[in-house]
């Protein structure tokens, strides 16, 4: 059974650039939730779909949003990059709406220069 | 609203040794738990949880945590450590309300010494 797959696993944009990071969930896993992981701040919840619909939102600004497609792949969109953005963003992905615990993926690596 | 202290930052500890993790969250209700590993550049293993029932939860890799409601408490054990146990082990919480979402203590990274 393939894990979740995020892509791409490095990145280096410019500060005003856009970034769209892909996840791929388990096979039958309908939530989707991301995380931004930073050494200042540590784990951040960012939001969660399921069944196509955002189900839940972190406190992040606006230039951070996502999306979930029919097959349940997601991605997440970053716009107007700035340097505080620089983060692995992780992915995870769940089977059930609530309480399950996630798989997560091997993140992407954001460096913002 | 919910929140995880995890007060150790770091903690070395020789292999063979035993091992606690503290873990202590701030929610009303009765909370989902939740260890996670991490390696270094990867992502999180899950490995264990609590949601009901027995509050001793057994894990992979040895690893087992005991929930203690009148503390709120959630700590990690592991009765031998092994050198592969370095990473760093995040504690997490969520409930029933707010869906998949977990908060996540800060982490504690975990040094084994031979």
């Known amino acids: 059974k393939a894990g979740v797959t995020q892509t791409p696993r490095y990145l280096i944009k410019t500060r005003g650039q856009q970034v769209t990071l892909s996840c791929s969930p388990i096979?039958?896993?309908?939530?989707v939730s991301w995380y931004q992981q930073t050494p200042g701040q540590g784990l951040q919840f960012l939001f969660e779909y399921f069944s196509e619909t955002q189900r839940n939102k972190g406190n992040f600004p606006g230039r951070f949003s996502g999306r979930q497609f029919s097959n349940s792949r997601s991605e997440m969109n970053v716009s107007t990059l700035e340097l505080g953005d620089s983060a692995l963003y992780l992915c995870a992905s769940s089977p059930y709406r609530q309480g399950n615990g996630y798989t997560f993926g091997s993140g992407t690596r954001l460096t913002v220069v | 609203a919910q929140s995880v202290t995890q007060p150790d930052i770091h903690i070395t500890v020789s292999e063979g040794a035993s091992l606690e993790l503290r873990c202590n969250y701030s929610?009303?209700?009765?909370?989902?738990l939740f260890w996670y590993v991490q390696s270094p550049g990867q992502g999180l293993q899950l490995l264990l949880k609590?949601?009901?029932?027995?509050?001793l939860v057994q894990g992979i890799k040895g690893f087992e945590a005991e929930f203690k409601r009148s503390q709120s408490s959630f700590n990690l054990r592991k009765p031998s450590v092994h050198w592969s146990d370095a990473a760093e082990y995040f504690c997490?919480?969520?409930?029933?309300?707010?869906?998949?979402?977990?908060?996540f203590g800060a982490g504690t990274i975990l040094r084994v010494k031979s």
């Open positions: 997490a919480v969520g409930a029933e309300e707010y869906g998949n979402k977990l908060v």
């Open positions: 096979s039958g896993h309908r939530s």
């Open positions: 609590y949601f009901s029932g027995d509050t």
């Open positions: 929610y009303g209700a009765t909370p989902y």
